[in-house]
Nanobody, 123 residues
Framework: QVQLAESGGGSVQGGGSLRLSCAYT?????MAWFRQAPGKEREGVAT???????NYADSAKGRFTISRDNAKNTLYLQSNTLNPEDTAMYYC????????????????????WGRGTQVTVSS
């Protein structure tokens, strides 16, 4: 069973940056960042495949960067130019066996989830 633990959330002013981290116990094919704002549905932000292939939601393109370091068993989300609409609980997720890489995208289902880290952006 894959265990995930997010960290790095916090409060930041609009225009600022945060780097979220997610420690994982096992390397999996497909990993992702999701977020859920109060009163809204959870949405996929970005995914990264074992090979490094990435996919982003339109809202994240150009501002967010997902990366993974399998030597450190850590997933990252670099978030830049944050705005109040980015305020949400951010979750990492993992799916162990995915093939091909094109099946690793924010719209797919994931089996394992972390508990989340809160990001709050003030105007």
């Amino acid at each position: 069973q894959v265990q995930l633990a997010e960290s790095g959330g916090g409060s930041v002013q609009g225009g600022g940056s945060l780097r979220l981290s997610c420690a994982y116990t096992y390397i999996t094919d497909c990993m992702a960042w999701f977020r859920q704002a109060p009163g809204k549905e959870r949405e996929g932000v970005a995914t990264i495949y074992r090979s490094g292939n990435t996919n982003y939601a339109d809202s994240a393109k150009g501002r967010f960067t997902i990366s993974r370091d399998n030597a450190k068993n850590t997933l990252y989300l670099q978030s830049n130019t944050l705005n109040p609409e980015d305020t949400a609980m951010y979750y990492c997720a993992a799916e162990p066996f995915v093939w091909p890489a094109s099946m690793c995208h924010p719209g797919r289902t994931f089996t394992y989830w972390g508990r989340g880290t809160q990001v709050t952006v003030s105007s």
